[in-house]
């Protein structure tokens, strides 16, 4: 029986997925790739399973089954297609770790899948755990599933918890770059374009992701999805602006100490831990100077500014399916900014009107969710098209 730890990776195309394939490449003695899946990128994802040979490779748009299963015959790798295909394929019983790298709503129903099926998960899909927190969390629990947070933010918590889970959390505190708006007001933001909020000033990542940070849109998904990681309470979460991105999260004991999780903005490293854990794997990434960085700066992030990040905050507050519609309407309306339908700051005034259309669900199951989610995007397209 093979020691390597075999990982199937959903979502290989992208900035996360081919972050991990580096990871897995550099220490192939350890894992070993077992499946992977991708959207649209049908080139890419030939490329990545002629190299990993893969037991089974997925991709969710159909129309590219052809081309991938033509390139990846004579390589003996199964290959299929769809969203069905996508969840089924992670209940393999030769997979040891999901990591799960999709983007949005779209990582909830192979995460599930894959939890039932008694797989360790490696997550990079916040929103998983911000439409159905309490679900995801309970079936873990459940089957016995450890999840372990790829996010730079929650890696840091988690790492920073190593050896503490026993202490009581008296404070979480979430880091956030501030984008590359911050310390703009409402007034110069009105003409902000996407090629300007798709510039990032630390991190290198995905456009919706970028276009989250922008927005600190993705700070609020970190926050709720914090809450499910640790089992801390919305009043226990504190969001600290630090533009350098070398502190990436802090926990504050009861006793008033704070340990903190430094590093150079990297997503390797988090990556890297959620798949090795509890080891920590030799890495040739850059180290961090202190020399280079004779000050860090840290301030309150400006919420009325950038409203998304208290809608969140309200979101979690109310439960329910409530960050299950913040969830939808953000896809859409990121969407719809990314093609110049909307301005940057009617993002946050678009999902205010969803939140308040949606029907409020209290105690949500699995297919509240799904419609909750359905709905919420054929509301938000609606305000979108009125605006127009």
């Not at 730890?5 to 077992?34: P, Y």
């Not at 509240?368 to 305000?383: G, L, M, N, P, Q």
């Amino acid at each position: 029986m093979s020691s390597k730890k075999r990982v199937a990776l959903l979502g290989s195309t992208g900035s996360i997925g081919t972050q991990a394939l580096e990871v897995m490449r550099n220490h192939n003695d350890r894992f070993e790739v077992e499946v992977l899946t991708a959207q649209n990128n049908v080139d890419l994802l030939i490329q990545q399973a002629i190299e990993f040979t893969p037991n089974a490779v997925v991709i969710a748009n159909e129309s590219h089954y052809k081309q991938l299963k033509t390139a990846l015959d004579p390589h003996y790798i199964k290959v299929y297609a769809g969203e069905k295909a996508l969840a089924q394929v992670v209940e393999m019983d030769t997979i040891d770790v999901v990591l799960t790298a999709l983007v949005g709503y779209s990582g909830l129903l192979p995460t599930i899948s894959a939890i039932n099926a008694g797989k360790q998960i490696a997550l990079a899909n916040k929103e998983t755990l911000v439409v159905a927190g309490e679900l995801i969390t309970q079936l873990a629990r459940e089957k016995g599933v450890n999840i372990y947070p790829v996010d730079s933010e929650h890696s840091a918590i988690f790492q920073c918890l190593v050896g503490e889970f026993h202490n009581p959390i008296e404070k979480l505190i979430l880091t956030a770059s501030g984008g590359p708006f911050r310390g703009r007001d409402i007034a110069s933001l009105q003409t902000v374009t996407k090629e300007q909020a798709l510039k990032h000033p630390n991190w290198d990542m995905g456009a919706k992701i970028t276009i989250d940070s922008a927005s600190m849109m993705n700070k609020g998904l970190e926050v709720i999805e914090a809450k499910w990681l640790f089992g801390v309470r919305p009043d226990q979460i504190e969001v600290v602006v630090h533009p350098q991105s070398i502190v990436h999260s802090l926990i504050q004991f009861e006793d008033g100490s704070i340990k903190a999780q430094l590093g150079l903005p990297d997503m390797r490293i988090p990556i890297q831990f959620a798949l090795s854990y509890p080891d920590r794997l030799v890495s040739d990434f850059p180290r961090f100077d202190f020399m280079q960085y004779p000050s860090l700066d840290f301030e309150k992030p400006d919420l009325k500014t950038f409203g998304n990040l208290q809608l969140a905050f309200d979101a979690l507050e109310k439960g329910g399916n409530a960050p299950c519609v913040l969830n939808a309407a953000n896809e859409v309306v990121v969407a719809a900014f990314l093609q110049e339908q909307v301005g940057f700051l009617e993002m946050s005034d678009i999902i205010a009107k969803t939140l308040e259309k949606v029907d409020f669900v209290s105690q949500p199951a699995l297919q509240d969710f799904v419609e909750t989610d359905k709905t919420a995007r054929i509301i938000t397209e609606e305000i979108i098209k009125f605006k127009k």
